[in-house]
Nanobody
């Protein structure tokens, strides 16, 4: 079966950092771009980053540019989202996905990130 499993979420104070991990199983990770998305209560899900299959190209939402960094280790079948200078507005459930934009085929179950002021 195909799975994506996120971990690394939690409660952090404003200005703090977290690193999320997304572990893939059941498919060849290196064949796919991976997107990170988030959904805050009462808001639509938004894409925060997309990393190409090789990791050579990344794109970020304006709201996280310069604070979030996505990377991947295809040999270990894991994709990371390093988050720095976190703000209360970053509070959301974070999801990794196989694909980006409208091309998502598989979602993880999500991990909660809460930033206190």
């Amino acid at each position: 079966q195909l799975h994506l499993v996120e971990s690394g979420g939690g409660l952090v104070q404003s200005g703090g950092s977290l690193r999320l991990s997304c572990v893939a199983s059941g498919f060849t990770l290196e064949d796919y771009a991976i997107g990170w998305f988030r959904q805050a209560p009462g808001k639509e899900r938004e894409e925060v980053s997309c990393i190409s299959s090789s990791g050579g190209s990344t794109n970020y939402a304006d709201s996280v540019e310069g604070r979030f960094t996505s990377s991947r280790d295809n040999a270990k079948k894991v994709v990371y989202l390093q988050m720095k200078s976190l703000e209360p507005e970053d509070t959301a459930v974070y999801y990794c996905a196989q694909g980006c934009g409208r091309h998502v085929r598989l979602w993880g179950q999500g991990t909660q990130v809460t930033v206190s002021s």
